[in-house]
């Protein structure tokens, strides 16, 4: 398919080459990376791919198959474009990595992403991480793939305005088949730590609220500039750089004069910290049963600490569990988007025609539902 949509745009596919990136799924850690904390995704069988080869007509030429536009630019038109959102994270990318390594080549470009938009499975970082790695590997420029998720986290909050954590561009980066990333964003240590569902009978599913948001929203941008405030006035009294240097007796001094929400947010962060460390020791000492509870946890301190839970995704959440999952929460940024589901294969179908007819009655109209697979991270195909 991607072969026909550019022999019809471009008039040939000889010297295209084709990189693809991963979204994902987060299973714990939760608006813990822009806070220095732990997380630990897993990398999705949804792609964004980008295709791309040099041309020699002083301009940039990108078409949006998911768009049907055909955008064009040179380096003087680098700028943030209001009306074409899409292109703006391409250009984001573009712009971080004149700042490493001076203008590139122009080139024709083809992008597509099966990740459905606004879900929480950051189809935004796929598209950065994709774009990143194939101009970097096409023009041999040798920046290293750390710096690759980097300069990406950067296109995102500095050019397109997001104000993102690291999670998204390392997992797209970094993902592997069968495997949870367990990602230290203060130090971006990682670990690719086995979980394998097939050998629990357990398949990830993912169900999309059908609600959308968009990460720049106003949502996000508020619980993030709530922790920052949060902070300022702890430093006041503690030695911490972030909220990930609390430790049981500094978080309690914490929570005596931090004000309301403030001191909601904070233990947020600092039990889902906990959790996603529990959650990995447990993994590892092959202790699934403790998991669910984790999970559940997770969502119901989203929900009523952090306040980004909507009733949609507490709907799915306590549905799912209802219906027999073996775990559910909300993954991504929330207000809207989906849930992560870890479901027994032998009452799947069940189980996701009882979540459709029960969210169908609810609300009006289906779900999306996703049965997926971990893949690998960013790579040429």
């Known amino acids: 398919m991607l072969n026909e949509t550019i022999k019809r745009i471009f ?6 080459r084709i990189f693809r990136a991963p979204g994902r799924v987060n299973l714990i850690g939760e608006h813990t990376d822009y806070h220095y904390g732990f997380v630990l995704p897993v990398s999705i069988d949804r792609y964004f791919y980008f295709c791309i080869k040099e041309n020699n007509l002083n301009k940039f030429r990108i ?5 049907k536009e055909l955008y064009e630019f040179d380096f003087n038109s680098l700028k943030y474009n209001p009306e074409k959102l899409w292109i703006n994270y391409l250009k984001g990318v573009i712009n971080e990595i004149i700042k490493l390594k001076g203008k590139i080549p122009y080139f024709d470009a083809l992008i597509y992403g099966d990740i459905p938009m606004g879900s929480g499975l950051s189809s935004s970082a796929a598209y950065e991480v994709a774009v990143a790695f194939g101009m970097n590997t096409y023009f041999n420029l040798g920046i290293d793939k750390k710096e690759i998720a980097k300069l990406s986290q950067r296109a995102e909050n500095n050019f397109v305005g997001a104000p993102c954590g690291i999670m998204d561009q390392f997992i797209a980066t970094f993902g ?6 367990f990602i230290d964003t203060l130090t971006l240590d990682f670990e690719n730590v086995p979980f394998d569902l097939n050998k629990r009978n357990l398949k990830l599913v993912v169900v999309d609220t059908k609600i959308k948001h968009s990460i720049a929203g106003e949502g996000y941008s508020t ?5 920052e405030e949060a902070l300022k006035i702890l430093r006041k009294y503690l030695p911490i750089n972030s909220l990930r240097d609390l430790n049981d007796e500094t978080f309690k001094i914490s929570q005596e004069f931090l004000p309301s929400p403030l001191k909601e947010r904070v233990a947020h962060v600092y039990n889902e910290n906990k959790r996603v460390v529990d959650f990995v020791n447990d993994i590892k000492r092959d202790n699934w049963e403790s998991l669910p ?6 969502h119901l301190s989203l929900k009523y600490l952090y306040e980004v839970t909507c009733e949609e995704l507490d709907f799915l959440v306590e549905k799912a569990l209802e219906y027999g999952a073996f775990a559910s929460r909300m993954t991504g940024g ?7 589901n870890l479901v027994h294969q032998d009452t ?3 189980w ?3 979540i459709s007819k029960s969210y169908r009655e609810k609300f009006g109209f289906d779900p999306g539902i996703l049965l997926l697979n971990i893949s690998d991270g960013v790579r040429e195909i």
């Open 293 to 298: 509870k984790y999970m559940l946890d997770s």
């Open 176 to 181: 592997k088949e069968n495997t949870a990333l």
């Open 63 to 67: 078409y949006s198959d998911n768009f």
């Open 11 to 16: 008039g040939h596919i000889e010297g295209f």
């Open 223 to 227: 619980r993030r500039r709530e922790g």
């Open 352 to 354: 996701s025609d009882n």
């Open 348 to 350: 799947l179908d069940k």
């Open 334 to 340: 929330g207000f809207g988007g989906s849930t992560v």
